[in-house]
């Protein structure tokens, strides 16, 4: 079963003629967990802003298929965005406020979760109390805890230093295996797409038009062991050449410009 | 220990300062009309208490009014700039426009357009006021953090819910600090609403006395309006402090260690 299908996605913002998405297909599964690698400043947070429905596309359609009545996605951007006004358990538990829960059964639903985000005993500390690392874990669970049909993940470990990113990957690994929630995440790091997903998608060209969709087919359960494996730097090689092609793709369009 | 150090030294600087100035005006001889003894702005306090009380009853009530007034005022033209780009591009430069003329050359316009009733004193407040409020709380709304609004949306949240939960909390501390600065001003404007033309108020008090060289007077009349300046400023200290609880907790928290 699908989870998200986009059909021949056009996008360009109203005051530019460049198109940022021309003619874009493709489609999610559920439980799929599947990452977008592109350059920076190629708009692939504009492709977020598409699906959370923040802009609207000049052509094509956006499908998020869920069971429930509403779409619900949840979305963990680059920073932890929390409220400073809230402590963490309000800052976690406003999706389901939101969605009519009593402020009383949102903090009880959400406060099953903190044992296993490693919360536990940070319930009535505020954000700037925290390190970042446990932010960007209660984000996380802000964006989770309304069961939503898809969680968008943009660059989420991108502003925490390499030591703390290393184990939020591992715990964000265990934690999609075990709960199987369907994924889609925006990273720089090939490392970690590769430990996360089950598909990774490149961008080849500009505008965003085909993406090169690559099977990661390193078998679960997986663990940071895995980086080390030889099927790992094998995929990781083949990934490298893609991306190499396309800085070169890159520059003579600029040649051209000039 | 470091909160008694941190209320004696201020105390002993007020204390040195007045004595300073208790004794050094004799020493100096300089005249009364000039600048009286603190003994002697005391003794006026005392001797004309129930005057001042009763002057600063109208100071404070048109100030008071004209501070409420200014604060609707002022929310309602930042979310109107807000929410409307349009009333944004028109009111914006005239809110602008208001600050460059000189409060006070507007203010005997009050005056004619008023009379000598308390509206128009409560117009030179508004004046003063509403400025810092309209800009301060726009500059609050503008600064929302956009990745949480998106957040928000994602999850289902309408633009009402949004509003509530989210730019009504962020502009908080904006709109606080603005209040903080309006209370101030507010004072200030109705003292010189009175100036212009009242029948009562610490303004026509000092102008009062100051045409009688009575400088002892005019020293407590200041004083007065000063500690007026004070309580409304507390107000918003106060606001702050019940409605910002976690900024509080950030500060004390700011020299540890962060948990982790």
């Known amino acids: 079963m699908k ?12 005051d530019s003629n460049k198109l940022i998405i021309d003619d874009l297909s493709f489609s999610i599964d559920k439980n799929e967990f599947v990452t977008i690698i592109a350059p920076s400043g190629t708009g692939k947070s504009t492709l977020f802003r598409l699906i959370l429905g923040l802009l609207r596309p000049q052509k094509g359609d956006i499908n998020i298929l869920s069971e429930g009545v509403k779409n619900i996605i949840g979305y963990m951007p680059q920073k932890d965005s929390l409220m400073p006004w809230r402590n963490i358990l309000d800052n976690t538990a406003v999706g389901l406020e939101l969605n009519g829960y009593s402020k009383k059964d949102a ?5 099953k979760y903190f044992e296993s985000f490693r919360l536990k005993g940070t319930e009535k500390s505020y954000p700037n109390e925290l390190s970042g690392g446990m932010r960007q874990r209660a984000s996380f669970l802000r964006a989770i805890v309304n069961n939503p049909s898809i969680l968008l993940l943009d660059e989420p470990f991108s502003s925490l230093d390499a030591l703390t990113r290393r184990k939020m990957q591992t715990w964000l690994l265990d934690l999609c295996q075990r709960e199987k929630n369907t994924v889609f995440m925006i990273t720089h790091d090939i490392d970690e797409a590769l430990l996360l997903s089950d598909r990774i998608l490149i961008c080849t060209e500009l505008p965003y038009k085909n993406l090169k969709s690559i099977e990661v087919s390193i078998k679960r359960p997986r663990n940071y062991e895995t980086t080390l494996s030889s099927e790992f730097i094998e995929l990781k090689r083949v990934i490298l050449n893609i991306l190499d092609m396309l800085e070169d793709t890159k520059e003579e369009v600029k040649n051209e410009e000039i | 220990m470091k909160r008694f150090n941190d209320l004696i030294f201020p105390f002993v600087f007020l204390v040195f300062i007045l004595l300073a100035w208790e004794f050094l005006i004799p020493y100096f001889e300089v005249p009364n009309y000039i600048v009286p003894k603190f003994s002697d702005v005391l003794k006026v306090l ?12 109208v100071t404070l009530g048109e ?9 609707i005022i ?6 109107s700039i807000y929410l409307w780009r349009s009333v944004g591009k028109t009111l914006y430069p005239i809110i602008i426009f208001s600050q460059t003329i000189p ?3 507007l203010s005997p316009i009050m005056v004619m357009w008023f009379g000598y009733s308390i509206w128009s004193k409560v117009a030179v407040v508004i004046l003063f006021c509403f400025f810092p409020i309209v800009i301060s709380t726009l500059d609050g709304l503008n600064g929302v ?3 949480l609004e998106d957040v928000l949306r994602a999850l289902g949240g309408s633009r009402l819910q949004i509003f509530l939960k989210l730019h009504m909390n962020s502009v908080l501390p904006n709109f606080l600090s603005s209040f903080k600065i309006a209370a101030t001003y507010s004072v200030s404007g109705a003292t010189i609403g009175e100036w212009l033309g009242a029948e009562a108020g610490l303004g026509i008090y000092i102008k009062r006395a100051a045409g009688m060289l009575q400088s002892d007077s005019v020293f407590a009349g200041v004083l007065v309006l000063s500690f007026l300046g004070l309580v409304l400023f507390s107000i918003g200290f106060l606001l702050e402090k019940i409605l910002l609880k976690y900024r509080r907790k950030l500060k004390e928290d700011n020299y540890e260690i962060k948990k982790s």
């Open chain 1, 107 to 111: 903090r009880n639903k959400a406060v």
């Open chain 2, 103 to 105: 409060t006070i050359a």
């Open chain 1, 3 to 14: 989870a998200l299908e986009i059909n021949n996605l056009s996008f360009k913002y109203k």
């Open chain 2, 63 to 71: 100030a008071i009014l004209g501070l409420c007034i200014s604060v």
């Open chain 2, 74 to 79: 002022g929310i309602s033209c930042a979310l």
């Open chain 2, 145 to 147: 953090d956009k990745d």
């Open chain 2, 46 to 57: 005392w001797s004309q208490k129930e005057l001042l009380y009763k002057h600063s009853v």
